[in-house]
């Protein structure tokens, strides 16, 4: 993503009035961008717009002009598989073809400016993204497959995203009489997912680490077979894909199954400095401090509010997280309210993490509610005015006696 | 002035005076037993007639009644017929039937008598006023019929609506063959309608009888009689041969002349209606035979064909006109047969063109499955899994227990061995019985489910031996799904059952007792290691016992024996090691027949999950699996959810022999037709189409946690079923025993606890309440539980 302004200083652009002009370089950067409008602004970008004009006699011309719209979004829709973002609202800079409040949606193109104006000024949660999206030091995306026998989901992790790229399904035959139906159908599969891998457009003309995954010996098999395969073609890029892949554990061939790939050592060894492995091992903090249940994790939007303003997300050790989706689909108030929330946490000195929800442990967040917390200090029953009845003390100690015996 | 005329005028009144006399004379004498059947008769028929009696006479009664011979039922419905209901179509002029005309003869002889008399008494020869002029009639059909031998028309009438039913009928039924059935039946028809002539007889017995009767008190007409007997004597004589055939149509002439002399009845009786008489009534010839030439008038007389010329004679000569009018509908028949097979093979070739399939749907049997079922006397049948920590021994177990069994060979595990031995794994030989793939092989390690099976005396088992590895504990529940009770192996050894205790040999106890087993023998295996040791035996059979009850198992179903799956001690034979004399116990064999499986849900709707699919010789699409409820059978249709397609079960087999049905428990290979494969997939159930499976992706859970639950993403497994999906919510905290929310929305869930969970799956699948699914998160078991 560039900047386009005539400082080239982010800070004047963003205090202008004039709005911040970007330019999307990467199909990527349309994830930034989708990240970055919200619901209420203002975008200004070239539009493609069929127009009809009626003459004096009543006969209709209709005519596709290119023209300079700038709408108020009313919605974003963003397609990862595309990386195409569509932006729709309503008209508020009337021109010769358009009056003001017809609704179009803007297709947002790489390579062409577009110019956002955030009618409430730009919140530290969205000065945050876009510094990000600005950020040029892009390490290269990984690609893993994950697979158990029948299923291969090839992956493609960037920094603030995980995009299934494309799934392989094929039937292997079970274990019947003969052995020999089974041994065929994985070669089937292997053969299929290899050369799904080889056409999905991800480049591996400069090395790129590619992660194997699966549990038993699909993944060991799969290299082997690549490997054979290489030597067969006498194709050397694919035997250094071969040989450099990184082959890891997981339990299922499904996708959640990255949690455990990207925590595994092999991973960490290699890719430690990688953002979405540490939102990843901070999720599993988080986890880990759940299931202790010494009242130091808490989720949900109440407890974490509760918590927050009594302080206890603060220095030594307190993090908030919240999915960027949580942002994204919010109207201006609550969005204002969960911004309000990462401001103090930062002025208590905590640690506020914006997760991708676009990413495993993004979606882990999800399913905690999108919103969550390490606390520094204990703090218990924030959850307490959740509960209808008057019982559920008697149920926390039940639960805290058997903790101890279990674990 | 024709003929006609003077015919009447002259001999009619004659004759007729002269048999009315005679039958006058016979008519108010009944005899005293008459009198009493008549007087009965009459009450009868007046009581039958009910309402309707009042439209009656009792002279009409009676006279009826007389005239059927005090047959009741025919005299009542005669008067039905005749005065109170009566029907336009069956007048006597239609020759419908004989009775009705010659009543009507019968009943008003008196009257035709009189006006006869007076008709012409005071005419002008040849000068008749036009009020006075006759209007002609056509002559009347009983007589033609008569002289037929059979109401040809009626007759006709009744075959014309066989013909049109038949033809029906051929139309309706589209094989060649059934046409082909339908000519011969018509053929036999028309040989029936001859038979069906004959069939007035009993009728016309009456009026001989009769006539029998009329005899003694008929004197007086016996020199007419005797004289018309003479004028027919020629056809008397051809008559000879067929009696029953004078004396129905000489009964039957009663009316307009008393023919018959008592001589040609009375010498055969009782003789029975002969078969073949269908050609020119010998009355016919009788009456168109050579007319005497003293009595011209009379033949004339007796013809409504007055011109008719002695020829007539060869016109009887070739087929009655019931032969013709059978040989023409059987022509007809065979037409009708030409044109329904013609326009089947139309309809034929126009379903041909219809069709897309080719192979056509399998016909069902339409058994009473559940009932066939009873009544077989198959030997029971049980299915169990053999769990275990990896390499516990489990294969090799149960390699060794089919080598003991004869199920498998001496030379297959020696060719086995062989092979084990060039890759320096001489030890794995019997596992390879079961484990085929060649990664399995080259690992030592089952990875998948493998299936096989032996018979005692009393049951026929199938053994679903599990992978141990815990990458596998998919496969593994799986099979733990199909099993009515199971074998837990573990390793005696030393260390090996610690670390097993910790590993899988708790997990898959897990398993299976939240997939529903409740029944569980535990092998110590490789005790040969540690010399027989009971104390080992002890030690691990108290740990484990515990460990299991724990676990929900009851103590009753909990069996411990101690053996050596690679030497087979224990297994089928007992153990001849001095060292193991201490165990006296049943082997294991014994122990599987003293467990009983579990009661099948068979009056259920079929549910079945597709363990395998394949391709066979017999269908490209042929699956396996256990059918978890209900019944199926030959042909029956089924519906494979999720796709929600349907297909049909071409050909069935259990235990690799083909059957009709199958019931409940029972593991079958099912070959399925109109159906494409790629709308079939392991883990997929086929059910029955009017009762489906729901497919879900919502589903709430009541389930017991064996780890930490909180929202987070799981695995759901349902047999075969493997699935991604999340921990929506937690509804609540149940208490474990009475099932009461101990607390709403708990954040976190302990494990040992019962929770009431809501779960979200990628897709959606064939799920319903009352299933057992697990949880696996991180490849661990998390929660397994009732969905609800």
New interface residues.
Partial sequence: MQLVSKKGVLAAAVESETGVTLIATEPEDMWHANNLIAVGDMVKAPANRKVIQTSATGTTISERVQTMLTIKVTSTFFDPAASALHVSGTVAVENQYVNLGQYHTLDLELNRAFTIYKSFGWDSVALQTLQEALDDDKPDATVAIVMHEGLANICLITDFQTLIKHRVESAIPKKRSSAKDTAGGMTTFYEKTLSTLLRSGINFDTPRPLLLASPGFVAQDFRAYMQAEATRRADKQLQRIARDAVLVHSSTGYVHSLNEILKSPEVQATMRDKRFINESVLMDKFYAMLRSDDGRAWYGVKPVEKAIAEGAVGRGGGVLMINNGFFRSLDIPTRKRFVALVDKVKEDGGEAKVLSSDHESGQRLDALGGIAAILTYPLFDLDEDEDDEGGAGAGEGAEGDESTTII | MSRHKDIRNLDYNEVVDEYDQAYDDDDPEPTPEERVIMANGTAEIRSMLAGEASKVTKAQIEEALWHYYFDVDKAAAYLVSKFIAPKPKKTPQNGDEYAIPMVSHIATPNTSRESFAHLFRDLPWGNIPKDRETVFIAPQRPRGGLLGGSGAAPRMSKLQMLAAARKQKAEEKNAQEKVEQTRVKMAELAVDEKSRVKENVPLAGAFSKRLKTSESTAEGRMPLADAESTAIELPHQRMADVPETSTTTASLLTTSASSETPTHIIPEPQREPPVAAAQPSAFARTLFGPPPPPKPQLAEFFSPYPSLPPSVIEAFSKPSPDDVVLTAQAKAGKKTKKKGSSSTDAVTSEVKALKIEDAPLPKSRNLNVLSEFENSKKKKTASFVVVGHVDAGKSTMMGRLLLDLGVVDQRTVDKLRQEAEKIGKTSFALAWVLD?????RA?GVT?????NRFETDKTAFTILDAPG?R??I?NMIAGASQADFAILVIDASTGAFESGLKGQTREHSLLIRSMGVSRIVVAVNKLDTVGWSQERFEEIKHQVHGFLSGTGFQSKNIAFVPLSGLRGDNLVRKTTEPAAGWYTGPTLVEELENSEPSARALSKPLRMTI?????TPQSPLSI?GRIDAGSLQMGDALLVQPSGEKAYIKSLMMDEEPTDWAVAGQNVVIHLSNID?MHV??GDIICDPAKPIQCLDTFTLKALAFD?L????V?VHRGRL?A?G???AIDA?LDKVTGSV???????V????VARIRVTL?SKVPLEAGQRVVL?????TVAAGLLE
């Fill in positions: 085929q793939r060649s990664e399995e690992r990875i998948d489910i493998a299936t590895h990458d596998f998919p363990s395998e699919v394949f391709r396996s494969p997939r392991v930490f909180m929202p987070m993403q695995d493997h991604a999340k921990i929506e905290l101990i607390k709403k929305k708990p954040k976190v302990k494990p040992a606890s990628a696996r998160s991180g490849g661990e």
